[in-house]
Structure formats: C-alpha cells, structure tokens
C-alpha cells in the first residue's frame, strides 16, 4: 500500500464512538487500558460541543478507518507562533508498515504549515522503540533534554485548592 490509497478525512460527531474504540485500542497497546476514564460524552463535549479543544482526523483506506490523530493547537513563545500538539497517534495492529501513520503526520505537518504554526510536535514512550524509529526516520528529533511533568486527580486539586 502506497500512501495515495490513504484517504484524511476529518472526524464528525458521529464518530465519537470511534474516536473512543481508537483511544482503547491505543490504550491497549500501551499496556494501559485501565487508565481510560473518558466516555463517549466527554468526547463529544470536548471535541464537538460549543467550544472545541481538539480535533481529531482518520486514515482510511478501502472504506475503512484503520488509523487517527488527535490533535491540539499549543502556543510557542520562542518561536512567537502556535504549533499543534499530537496527543495520540494510532494505527490498527494489522495495518501498520504500510505508510499509515506517515500519511497522518504529513496531513498534520501540512495543517500546520497551512494555519501558519511553527511546530507539529508529540510525546513518545521511551519503550516504544518501533516508533521511536518510524519517527527518526521522518527527521524528528527527541528532546531528551525536556523532562515532561503531569499534574492529576488529587495532585491537581490540592494545587488549586491553595
């Protein structure tokens, strides 16, 4: 498979059930299935309700979704421009090393460039090695320099509470 059979289609609100299946699988595959809370209501809040905090697109191939991103808009003030933020990539087990999540990160690269954003960038866990190549190999450089911090649940609210 090439990647002129991948179709980029943006998700609608009838998605949201399986914009939910992805997260799951993805979930699954980062061996955290038990860490997803979100219901089919926060998504559709989130990403279709009055005001949208992220989007989400899918790659298709032969009428069928097999992968997705979900994306956000983040704001850089060294660069003095917003960048998008990939908060999950993903694409079914049986369908990858076929170009896939290559033709989903050159859509959000060319969404980037087209809105005028200065950055397309994401996390990855340092186990996953298969990805960690795929993304070398496109030109993306880690940032082992940048130790990432997470603020949740009781953590958050003792903060907020101060």
Same mark, same amino acid.
């Given at each position: 498979m090439r990647d002129s059979t991948v179709s980029i289609r943006a998700a609608t609100e009838a998605d949201v059930p399986l914009i939910l299946d992805f997260v799951r699988a993805l979930a699954e @595959?980062?061996?955290e299935?038990? *860490?997803v809370v979100a219901t089919e209501e926060d998504l559709r809040r989130w990403l279709f309700g009055e005001k949208p905090v992220a989007e989400v697109v899918f790659a298709r191939v032969d009428g069928r979704d097999i992968g997705f991103a979900l994306f956000f808009p983040n704001f850089s003030t060294w660069v003095g421009k917003p960048g998008l933020y990939l908060e999950d990539l993903? #694409?079914?087990p049986d369908d990858r090393r076929q170009g896939? !999540?290559? *033709?989903?990160l050159a859509h959000l690269a060319r969404l980037a460039i087209e809105r !005028? @954003? !200065?950055r397309l960038e994401w996390? #990855?866990?340092?186990?996953n090695e298969? *990805?960690? !190549?795929f993304y070398r190999r496109l030109g993306a450089r880690a940032m082992d320099e940048w130790t990432a911090y997470r603020l949740e649940g009781d953590a958050l609210r003792r903060l907020a509470e101060r």
């Open positions: @595959y980062e061996h299935t038990d *860490a993903f #694409v079914l896939i !999540g290559r *033709a989903l !005028g @954003y !200065g996390s #990855v866990l340092d186990w298969p *990805a960690i !190549g």
